[in-house]
């Protein structure tokens, strides 16, 4: 089934370590990615978006994360975490199937940044 | 930026009463709206989406009868739950799509408590 994968279901880091994590979407042609992040007992906020142009796109707080489209991957990065970081993040795709289509979202990977 | 609020954040109802949850985009015209449901740490479900002033579409396995969306204006989207039972509680999450863009903007969501 056409789907979007995280790879990590819980990620425990220390300050300062770099963090990657890890997007896949199984949709061929174009597709709209999205990363969102969700802290503990807030609303989803939107980390960053890639639509077309520069592969390599950098969000708010620090994060960036690149499309490369021959692995159909959309990986978040950050260079040094901090304990604030903490939260749950998701991975989501406009599938191109035009029209009002709605975004997909993987299942999440919780982020845990003990001191 | 655009905002999304819902009403209300969090509702306690018992068993077999209804319980409305309205979302309403501040600052933009929503043509389109979708309904998620986001259980304890697991990623964002989508249940249904809503153009202003025709049928929502549901998706595979949600009730239509039970889940009640009316999108009657471009600023106003409705979530009605019939006959709550426990299963029922969750988190809700409305997300607004304007008439010119691919981003969804989320909104807080509505904790429902079911007794």
């Given at each position: 089934?056409?789907s979007?994968s995280?790879?990590n279901?819980?990620v425990?880091?220390?300050e ?12 061929g ?14 609303h ?6 890639y639509?077309?142009g520069?592969?390599l796109v950098?969000?708010i ?12 991957s959309?990986n978040?990065?950050k260079?040094s975490?901090?304990?604030s970081?903490t939260?749950e993040y998701?991975?989501?795709v ?5 029209g009002?289509t709605?975004l997909?979202?993987g299942?999440?990977t919780?982020l845990s940044v003990?001191? | ?5 819902q009403?209300p954040?969090?509702v306690?109802c018992?068993s ?6 309205e979302c309403?985009?501040l ?5 389109t709206m979708?309904?998620y449901r986001?259980f304890p740490?697991?990623?964002?479900m989508l249940?249904a989406?809503s ?6 579409t549901?998706?595979q396995g ?6 009640l969306?009316?999108?009657a204006?471009?600023?106003l989207?409705?979530?009605?739950v ?8 969750s988190?809700?999450?409305c997300?607004?799509?304007g008439p010119a863009?691919?981003?969804q903007?989320?909104g807080?969501?509505?904790?429902l408590t079911?007794?």
């Open positions: 089934a056409q979007v995280q790879h279901h819980h425990i880091l220390s300062a370590a770099s963090l990657e994590l890890g997007c896949n979407y199984s949709y042609g174009t597709v709209n990615l999205f990363w969102y992040v969700q802290y503990p007992g807030q989803l906020q939107l980390l960053l978006k639509f077309s520069d592969p950098k969000g707080k620090g994060f960036e994360a690149e499309f490369i489209k021959s692995k159909f959309f978040l990065r260079p975490v901090q304990w970081d939260a998701f991975c989501a406009i599938p191109p199937w035009g009002n709605p997909v979202f299942k999440g919780r003990i001191a | 930026g655009a905002v999304v609020s009403h954040s969090w306690i018992k077999g009463t209804s319980v409305k949850i309403r985009s600052d933009f015209q929503a043509t979708f309904w986001q740490k697991q990623s964002l249940m989406t153009n202003e002033g025709s049928k929502a549901y998706e949600v009730e239509k009868d039970k889940f969306i009316n999108h204006s471009l600023t989207s409705t979530l009605t019939t006959s709550a039972h426990p299963e029922d509680s988190f809700y999450i997300s607004a799509r863009s691919y981003e903007y989320f807080p969501g509505t904790r079911v007794t």
